[in-house]
């Protein structure tokens, strides 16, 4: 596999299920990141992490709960989801705070709340 | 905070034609970066084209071209010769020099038609 691979595709489920989403990525970075794209708004960041810290919480809900056990692997851990957490979830790495670090994203996650 | 407006949420245009994508974009700050993102309908975002704050000329990538106003904080992307390919999502975005959170658009469809 090459690039940020998402698991799953797509996930369904209910508000009170618990359920992660898993990243990869196989580009050798040292930061990831979590967005959420909500159909007709703007991507909204929600987590960064940087060498495995996280360094950023974008005033997220704790029903989201990242994870990032190394440098290429970043989980989402999933809990007692509300309806309007449905979105596309998309994952994203770079290298590090270097002036022009592109963001290689992933395929997305699309999530279903039921 | 720094905000990115993209004012046309879809437009159209005949193939071998050009098109031109809006953006617009608030900041105080005076060295910053400015991408276009494309995301197909298989979901994968991928760079299209970026542009440093600190250069006056406009990055151009093969029928990708950028036309950048610093003063008029404008970051407007034109396509030329458009191709059926070309037809996705594309989203303005903006980072701070240094530092890792991009500021995204709220994204332009882009239809081309044959």
Not at chain 1, 41 to 66: A, D, G, Q
Not at chain 2, 77 to 91: H, N, P
């Amino acid at each position: 596999e090459t690039g940020v691979t998402q698991t799953p595709r797509h996930l369904v489920m209910g508000m009170t299920n618990k359920k992660s989403l898993k990243c990869e990525q196989h580009l050798g970075h040292n930061a990831m990141y979590w967005y959420k794209q909500s159909a007709k708004k703007p991507l909204e960041l929600m987590f960064v992490y940087s060498l495995e810290e996280r360094v950023e919480n974008n005033s997220v809900p704790s029903r989201f709960s990242p994870e990032c056990p190394n440098s290429s692997h970043l989980f989402l851990h999933l809990h007692t989801l509300q309806p309007e957490d449905s979105a596309l979830y998309l994952c994203a790495s770079s290298q590090g705070q270097l002036n022009n670090n592109e963001q290689f994203f992933g395929p997305g996650t699309r999530l279903t709340v039921l | 905070a720094q905000t990115v407006t993209q004012s046309q949420p879809e437009m159209s245009v005949q193939e071998a034609e050009t098109v031109t994508l809006s953006c617009t974009y608030d900041t105080s700050e005076s060295d910053y970066y400015l991408f276009w993102y494309k995301q197909p309908p298989s979901r994968q975002m991928i760079l299209v084209i970026r542009q440093e704050a600190y250069k006056q000329q406009n990055a151009t990538e093969n029928r990708f071209s950028v036309n950048f106003q610093k003063a008029a904080k404008s970051f407007s992307l034109k396509i030329s010769d458009s191709q059926l390919g070309d037809a996705a999502m594309y989203f303005c975005a903006y980072r701070v020099e240094y530092g890792n959170k991009l500021v995204f658009g709220a994204g332009t469809i882009l239809r081309v038609k044959s």
